[in-house]
Nanobody, 128 residues
Framework: QVQLVESGGGLVQAGGSLRLSCAASGRTFSAYAMAWFRQAPGKEREFVASISWSGGSTYYADSVKGRFTISGDNAKNTVYLQMNSLNPEDTAVYYC?????????????????????WGQGTQVTVSS
């Protein structure tokens, strides 16, 4: 069974930075895309960013565009999320997700239904 394990969460002051990491372990996992989602208290889980290994394209939610950067290593099924200029609205549990399904060139992976593998989440708290 594939396991995705996140790390790097924590407490940071507004304006600070954090870098999240996610690594896949277990049986061989060939992902076509990986992503980060987040869920704030009392809210539904929402898309943050994704990276497609086919072409290396990235996609971001408007709320994090220009502040967050997703990157990764396809061969290692590892993905990172560099988060800069954090604000209290970024406080949430951040989840890593992986998709082993190919939807075609240019497809934007940004929906929960696109992903079958999920991590347990890592807490990010931004204080004001």
């Amino acid at each position: 069974q594939v396991q995705l394990v996140e790390s790097g969460g924590g407490l940071v002051q507004a304006g600070g930075s954090l870098r999240l990491s996610c690594a896949a372990s277990g049986r061989t996992f060939s992902a076509y895309a990986m992503a980060w989602f987040r869920q704030a208290p009392g809210k539904e889980r929402e898309f943050v960013a994704s990276i497609s290994w086919s072409g290396g394209s990235t996609y971001y939610a408007d709320s994090v565009k220009g502040r967050f950067t997703i990157s990764g290593d396809n061969a290692k099924n590892t993905v990172y999320l560099q988060m800069n200029s954090l604000n209290p609205e970024d406080t949430a549990v951040y989840y890593c997700a992986g998709s082993a399904r190919y939807y075609g060139a240019g497809y934007i992976y940004n929906m929960e239904a696109d992903f079958r593998s999920w991590g347990q989440g890592t807490q990010v708290t931004v204080s004001s």
